[in-house]
Every structure is written in structure tokens, then in C-alpha cells.
């Protein structure tokens, strides 16, 4: 079995170890030229953000497994077999994207952000310009209700928060949770402290949080993303952000990426922005190559993996 490895956050002693538990003949294309001229011998592909030459190369491949979750660029791209199976990094994110949004909230709640642009300036100044908040008793709307929503509302209820979730296909039983079909967000808007957006990039979800689901809001309301940046229009964003529909954004991804320097975001006092980098942690590499390595073993055994199957009509 041939594994084209084109993941480059790999080093030589991840590929050892790979190739000691897969016992595959493990191939590297870290550089894309390196990955074009191995593309078409490879039966599995280990890797996330490859060019589409790559994949319409890749004309053997029976099976792609991405560390990350977002896949719309592989969606996206033409594949060279069209029976590809695609695999995902969904299930290992939740602890650090949700950590990374309790700091983005509590940096907000506690003027963080300001105190630290103050200290750079040298300013002692305990008032800050804007009121310091508590999640003590207040409710949190998670949209995208998924592993990483769910860790999210775990972590805010043990601030004492109350937590309402949104996702595309509710199962039974959930709503007597606090857990919604997405459609009916606009009713739980107005009610909401705190909107955390953790969806994927999908048809349904690209441009979804408009103006006019944004003018829903409270005043007071602090907007979270570390979905995709395309969920919400950047003019409506910085309208609202402007006007005062809403009281600030916490950005971990944009739209387009990176943000472009002369967009007004960089300047708000009212928005903090991290660089896509909510999902890096110690345990990434690890948690992702235990994925790979279960997956490989069904595959080896029935010619197919069995975690994270992407189903391309969702997008996820």
C-alpha cells in the first residue's frame, strides 16, 4: 500500500512512525512538486490543505484523510477518482477551540484586550470603556451545535451560563435540551448575550449571519467565530460593529484570510482578532494520527475507513 504523507506539520519521526504502524510504503510531498509527481501513485492520501492539481492527480487514491476539519477546498477541487473517500479531523478540536473561546469571552467580560493595548502604552487606567460583564447568569447561543459546540457549552456551564444550541438536523429529544434546528435562531436572538458561531463553510451557511439576523441581537451582545469567516458578510460585520446593533466581535477566522490590512476590524477597540490559530495545540498531531491510525486498520481490513466519512452533498 502506497501513503502519499503531504501534511506538513510532520517531521521525520512522525513518518517513522506512521510508517511502523501502518506498515504502508510511506511517500512524502510535503513540497507540491514533490506532491504532483507522487499523486498518481498513491492508494491513500494523509493531508489537508493540497492544491487541486494534487488531487486531480491523484487517480488511484481510494481514501483521503484531512487532520483538520474544514474540507471545503477538497470539495471544492476536481478529484482524479471521483469514488474517493474523504475523511476528516472532526472530534479533535473541541477542547482547544473551546478553551480559546472562554479567553476570547473572558478577555471581553474583563476589558483584557484593552488592558493589555493600556500596559503597552504604559496607562494605568482601572476604567476601562466598557462595562465588565459576568457569564454568571448569562445565556450563550451556540451556533453550530457540533463537537465543538458541545464542549463549548459544557466549559460555560460551569460558569453558571445558560446555553442554547443550534444545529442543521436536531435528533429527537434534543430541543427539551436547549438544543434548536438552526431556522429558528431569529426567535433565541434577542435573548442572547453571547452568539459563538462554530459552523462549517457550507451553500447554507456561507453569508447566513446577515444584517438582518445581526440587527436581532442585544445591544450588549458579543459575537464569537471560530467556524468560517464567510457566515458572516464582513460590510454587514463592521455595520454592526459601527452602528452599535452589537457590542463587539471576537474573530478567530475571517473573510477572506488573511485579513486585509486596510480592513477597519484591525482598528475597532470593540473586536479582538486571533489568526485562525484556535485549534493549534500540544495534542493536535497526536489526536489527529490516532484517527488516521483506526481508520487505517478498517480500511486495511474492509477497504474502507469508518471515522469522520464526509458526506460531499452536506459539506461535512
Not at 491513500?44 to 481510494?62: D, H, Q, T
Not at 467556524?227 to 474573530?251: C, N, T
Request: charged share 20%; glycine share 10%.
Amino acid at each position: 500500500m502506497r501513503l502519499l504523507v503531504t501534511w506538513t506539520d510532520l517531521r521525520e519521526k512522525d513518518l517513522e512512525h506512521i510508517a511502523a504502524e501502518t506498515g504502508a510504503d510511506v511517500l512524502q510531498g510535503f513540497e507540491t512538486e514533490e506532491a504532483l509527481n507522487l499523486a498518481r501513485e498513491a492508494d491513500v492520501i494523509l493531508g489537508g490543505f493540497m492544491s487541486p492539481e494534487v488531487l486531480a492527480k491523484a487517480v488511484n487514491c481510494r481514501w483521503l484523510q484531512s487532520p483538520y476539519a474544514g474540507v471545503e477546498r477538497i470539495l471544492a477541487a476536481k478529484w482524479g477518482n471521483p469514488e474517493m473517500i474523504l475523511t476528516n479531523g472532526r472530534g479533535i478540536f473541541g477542547p482547544n477551540i473551546s478553551e480559546h473561546v472562554l479567553g476570547l469571552i473572558l478577555s471581553f467580560n474583563r476589558g483584557l484586550h484593552l488592558a493589555r493595548d493600556n500596559q503597552n502604552r504604559k496607562i494605568w487606567e482601572p476604567r476601562l470603556p466598557l462595562p465588565f460583564q459576568e457569564l454568571t447568569g448569562a445565556t450563550a447561543g451556540i451556533l453550530g451545535f457540533g463537537d465543538i459546540g458541545r464542549h463549548v457549552a459544557k466549559r460555560l456551564a460551569a460558569f453558571d451560563c445558560r446555553v442554547l444550541g443550534f444545529r442543521q438536523h436536531p435528533s429527537a429529544g434534543e430541543e427539551g435540551q436547549g438544543v434548536y434546528a438552526i431556522d429558528r435562531l431569529p426567535e433565541f436572538l434577542g435573548s442572547l448575550d453571547y452568539l459563538i458561531c462554530a459552523l462549517p463553510e457550507t451553500e447554507k451557511t456561507v453569508g447566513f449571519l446577515n444584517k438582518n439576523l445581526l440587527r436581532l441581537l442585544p445591544k450588549h451582545a458579543i459575537i464569537v467565530n471560530v467556524g468560517r469567516g464567510s457566515l458572516i458578510p464582513a460590510a454587514d460585520l463592521v455595520q454592526a460593529l459601527e452602528e452599535g446593533w452589537i457590542a463587539g466581535a471576537a474573530l478567530d477566522v475571517t473573510s477572506p484570510e488573511p485579513l486585509p490590512v486596510d480592513s477597519p476590524l484591525w482598528a475597532m477597540p470593540n473586536v479582538i482578532i486571533t489568526p485562525h490559530n484556535s485549534g493549534f495545540t500540544a495534542f493536535f498531531k497526536q489526536r489527529a494520527l490516532q484517527i488516521f491510525f483506526t481508520n487505517w486498520q478498517h480500511f486495511s481490513e474492509t477497504g474502507s475507513p469508518r471515522m469522520n466519512l464526509v458526506d460531499p452533498s452536506l459539506g461535512y
